[in-house]
């Protein structure tokens, strides 16, 4: 274990696994209580960040807490001691703990939470259902012959690819072709090296898959009974307790897969010839609207497939500070 980090050090190893430019436009990812530079002790990971939760980080000297779910979700106009929530950020700022969230950037990112229960489950072959899809963008570097070399240095140590034109005898043209995010981060780098350098930037009609994005669709190893299939998701997902929406007696062998509050994916899990679609939260009428069509729904419960989210940020920082993990008891009881 490295010892002790600014917040700012943590926040740049999450954010390069997990981007926050994946999360959806109504989520509250990234740094939602805190000063970057801050500096980190010890970290407790939770789903969520309850009062119990908050206690606990106090208790066993956390100074970042790093939830799954987002402390703060929408606008708020008044921090006071008046409601539930205001209580809680007040309590985290009177003990100057930070709080990060990862949600639906975390869900969404290539090694998230999606692949991580797909993996555990036994998957195979395994596709994003709703990919994310961005242009792609080149710049034009103009350089004089003095600084091509260095130009074409930094972009090879840097893992760009380059294409060199010569304009004229002392004129050359550089052009990087990258998603926008690392063309951006192409051209700060260059600018830090290179201080007087002419470029353009334009958008092409080229599109690049990212293979980040909601949803997993995966098969198994063989296909098996759609009643040996949930025992066995029971034993690896460690749950007691699901719901089944039996709605035909086939086999499974493609299934399709939702973290979370999933079930309006249902209807293309449908058209992408899944057997058996595995989500949580699924309301009753979409579950009738599910049973007529013929598809087999299974719901694993909204927590029950999320705790398993801080495995998936230990694994980032087990070397880089201390950790401990403490989640509310999941508060639906069977009886």
């Known amino acids: 274990m490295d010892g002790i980090l600014k917040l700012a050090e943590i926040i740049n190893i999450l954010e390069q696994n997990f981007p926050l430019d994946l999360q959806e436009k109504w989520d509250n990812s990234g740094l939602i209580i805190g000063d970057k530079n ?5 970290i407790q990971i939770s789903l969520d ?14 100074n970042l807490i790093i939830s799954h779910h987002p402390a703060i979700f929408g606008g708020i106009k008044k921090i006071n001691d008046s409601d539930v929530l205001g209580k809680k950020i007040l309590k985290l700022m009177r003990n100057k703990i930070n709080v990060y969230s990862l949600h639906t950037n975390l869900d969404s990112a290539k090694d998230g939470l999606n692949l991580y229960l797909v993996k555990k489950l ?3 072959n395994i596709k994003v259902i709703s990919e994310n899809i961005e242009n792609l963008y080149k710049i034009d570097f103009i350089i004089s012959i003095n600084e091509k070399e260095k130009l074409e240095e930094i972009l090879f140590k840097n893992n760009f690819n380059f294409i060199t034109k010569n304009i004229d005898e002392k004129i050359f043209s ?7 995010i690392d063309l951006y981060k192409c051209l700060n780098i260059v600018k830090n090296n290179i201080k007087e350098i002419k470029y353009s930037i334009y958008s092409l009609e080229n599109k690049e898959k990212l293979g980040t994005g909601l949803g997993r669709m995966y098969f198994l190893p063989k296909e098996v009974s759609l009643d040996e299939y949930v025992d066995f998701i029971k034993e690896k997902l460690n749950v007691s307790y699901v719901k089944l ?4 007696e086939k086999n499974i062998k493609k299934v399709a897969l939702v973290n979370g509050s999933g ?13 058996l679609f595995i989500t949580g939260d699924v309301k ?18 909204h927590y029950e497939a999320e705790h398993f989210f801080s495995e998936i940020i230990s694994e980032k920082l087990k070397s880089k500070c201390e950790i401990i993990v403490f989640n509310e008891k999941n508060v639906f009881e069977v009886r």
């Open 284 to 301: 009753y009428h979409t579950a009738l609207d599910s049973f007529e069509k013929g598809m087999n729904i299974l719901d694993i419960g």
């Open 122 to 124: 036994a998957g195979e």
């Open 263 to 275: 079930a309006e994916f249902w209807e293309k899990a449908e058209r992408l010839g899944a057997d």
């Open 38 to 42: 801050d500096e980190i002790n010890k």
């Open 245 to 248: 929406v039996k709605a035909n």
């Open 174 to 180: 550089i052009e990087v072709i990258e998603l926008k």
């Open 49 to 62: 960040v309850t009062e119990s939760v908050i206690n606990n980080a106090i208790s066993k000297g956390c």
